[in-house]
C-alpha cells in the first residue's frame, strides 16, 4: 500500500532520490518522476503498464523549468501560456537535448503543461528539475482524482501519494500544436476549443485520431471501466434480469442505480465528477452502464470524447 501524505518535502524527498510520487492536479492526479532521468522515466511506464509508444507529459512550475525542456517558445505558444497557464492545457514544443528520449518515444517535441494545483506548483518550485507524469491509472483504466482512486489501482507500485483533494477540473488538459497550420488540437479537454481559439484569434483544427496514436488517450477503447459501457439507444436495451448503471447529465434517464452528474446542469460542474462516476457505477451490482452524449460544446465535448472511448458500443 502507498503512504498517502500531505507533506510536500516528503514528496520532494521521494522524488529527488528518484521514487514515483503520485502528485494531485487540477485535472487528475498523475504518476510524477523526474523527467530528466530516463531509468525513472522508464518505471513510470512500467507501473502503469503502459506502451512505450504513448509518450508522457512534463510539468514544470516556472518559465525557467519549461525552457530547461524546450529548444524555444513561438508567440503562438507565448499567447496560450499567458492566458492559461497554471491550468489545463498542454503545448507541444521542440524539445531540449535534457529531455530523454523515452519521454517523448523518440518523437521531436515534448508536451509541456504548469498543472494549477497550488500543492503540486509547490513542489515543482522546490525541485531543480520537472516532473514527467502520465495520469496515475493502469493504462486504459479511468484517470483518478483523488488520492483514494490511486491508491486502489495502483497502490502497490507507488511509493507515496500527495493527497490535494479531489481534483477541481475532473477531465484531462487540452493538448495543443501550435506549429501547424492551422494550430491542432491533439486531445479535447479542460480547455475548451472555443477558448482556444477565442485567445488565438484563429480558427484550430481538431486533430485526433485512433489509428495512429501520435497522443493522448487517443486509443479506441481508453479511459474505460470494467462493466460494459454503452452509449443509450435501442442497440442495447437491457433484458428482463439486467440491471442498468445510468451516469446522466440532468436526471434524465430511468435506471436501477443512477449517478448524476450536475442537477443544475453545469458542464463544468459535471466534468468534475465524470471520473468520479464512472468509478462509482463500476462498482454496484450492475450488468452494464448507460450514457447519454452530453451538450457537445465547451466541456461537454471533451466529456463526449472520454465516454465515446469508455463505451464498447
Ligand atoms: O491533465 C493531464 O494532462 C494529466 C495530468 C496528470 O497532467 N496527464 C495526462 O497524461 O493526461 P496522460 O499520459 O494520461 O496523457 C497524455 C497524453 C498521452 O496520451 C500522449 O499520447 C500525449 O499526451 N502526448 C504526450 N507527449 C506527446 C507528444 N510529444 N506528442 C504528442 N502527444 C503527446
Ligand atoms: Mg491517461
Known sequence: MSVITKDIEQAGLFLSRGELVAIPTETVYGLAGNAFDSLVVSQIFAAKQRPFFDPLIVHVGSSNQLLNCVEQVSPKAEKLMQAFWPGPLTLLFQKSMNIPDIVTSGLPKVAVRMPNHPMTLQLLQQLSFPLAAPSANPFGYISPTSAEHVQSHLGDVVPLILDG????????????????????????????????????????????????????????????????????????????????????FQGNLNGDVIFELSHQGDLVEAASKLFQGMRWLDEQDIDFIWVKPLPDRGLGRAMNDRLGRACRS
Open 165 to 248: 483533494g479531489f481534483s477541481s477540473v475532473g477531465v484531462e488538459s487540452t493538448i495543443v500544436d501550435v506549429s501547424t497550420t492551422p494550430p491542432s488540437v491533439l486531445r479535447l479537454g479542460g480547455i475548451s476549443v472555443e477558448e482556444i481559439e477565442d485567445c488565438l484569434g484563429e480558427p484550430v483544427m481538431i486533430q485526433q485520431s485512433s489509428s495512429q496514436p501520435q497522443a493522448p488517450g487517443m486509443l479506441d477503447s481508453h479511459y474505460a471501466p470494467r462493466k460494459p459501457m454503452h452509449w443509450c439507444s435501442e442497440d442495447h436495451l437491457p433484458k428482463s434480469n439486467e440491471r442498468v448503471g445510468v451516469l446522466s
